[in-house]
């Protein structure tokens, strides 16, 4: 299953449409991090809203995309992690250090903009 | 002593039979009547034990199946496979150890997600984890 990557000024927007395999997640971060630098995006944003299960490779793939991209320059913001999806991260001890997180789309463009302005990027 | 009906056998060799694990998981565990938090409790607990299969073991499968003891109700998960086995459990069931390079949460995380938790291996001869969650 392919993950649809928009961009959307200097962000890219992937939305995920269904349960991702592990080789999945592995083609959504290679993707990312590719085009992230290509296209020299300084947001990515990852909205899980359809994901009804995160366990620990998907919390792991999720976190790689957003170290990648820090350090090339991009901030990540995950967003749409869905509350039953969200207690049973904790319960499995999973956690997700130095990312950001937003309740939906909108909050995380808001988010990547507020960001964007105290580094004195400019969204075009 | 608890019956178990309903079983359903899924064969695990490919991350993808990851999912179906899960899927089949969830449909087993709506029949039950699980409320949405533990039907994602129960999905996530599959998948940690399915892809343990698919990184060490590379083939397996997963058995679930509907417990029922008296009046009680709930959902049994299989994990079975002949891979290299466990030779120290209890470091496997620490949060963090990882022998390979994942977040070592898989197991120590399955069983905090379930109600009863039983693992059975053997070096060289393989794996069983045992994982059931009972209808509160």
């Known amino acids: 299953m392919e993950v649809p990557i928009l961009k959307q000024g200097d962000y890219l927007i992937a939305s995920v449409q269904a349960a991702l395999s592990d080789s999945d997640l592995a083609e959504l971060r290679d993707e990312l991090s590719a085009r992230a630098g290509r296209l020299r995006c300084h947001g990515v944003i990852v909205d899980v809203t359809v994901l009804d299960v995160i366990d620990s490779f998907t919390s792991r793939t999720l976190r790689d995309i957003a170290y990648i991209s820090m350090m090339r320059g991009a901030q990540t913001v995950i967003c749409g992690i869905q509350p039953e999806a969200a207690m049973a991260m904790v319960e499995l001890g999973m956690t997700l250090e ?3 997180t937003a309740l939906d789309l909108e909050e995380g463009l808001a988010l990547l903009d507020r960001m964007a302005r105290r580094h004195g990027k400019h969204h075009a | 002593m608890a019956s178990i ?19 089949q998981g969830k449909t087993l565990a709506v029949e039950v009547g699980f409320s949405l938090s533990d039907l994602t409790l129960i999905m996530t607990a ?3 034990l399915a892809r343990n299969i698919v990184t060490y073991a590379k083939k397996g499968e997963v058995e679930l199946g509907l417990l029922g003891q008296g009046k009680e109700r709930g959902i049994v998960v299989v994990a079975r496979d ?34 009863d938790f039983e693992i059975v291996s053997k070096p060289g001869r393989g794996t069983t984890v045992t994982m059931k969650k009972w209808l509160r």
Do not use: C, F, W
Not at chain 2, 85 to 99: E, F, V
């Open chain 1, 98 to 100: 130095g990312m950001h």
């Open chain 2, 46 to 48: 599959i998948s940690e």
């Open chain 2, 5 to 23: 009906t309903r079983k359903t056998l899924v064969p695990v060799t490919s991350d993808v039979d990851i999912l179906a694990a899960r899927q």
């Open chain 2, 82 to 115: 002949e891979g290299p086995g466990i030779a120290d459990i209890d470091l496997a069931m620490t949060d963090g150890y990882s022998s390979t390079n994942s977040l070592g949460l898989g197991l120590p995380g399955a069983r905090r997600l379930m109600d």
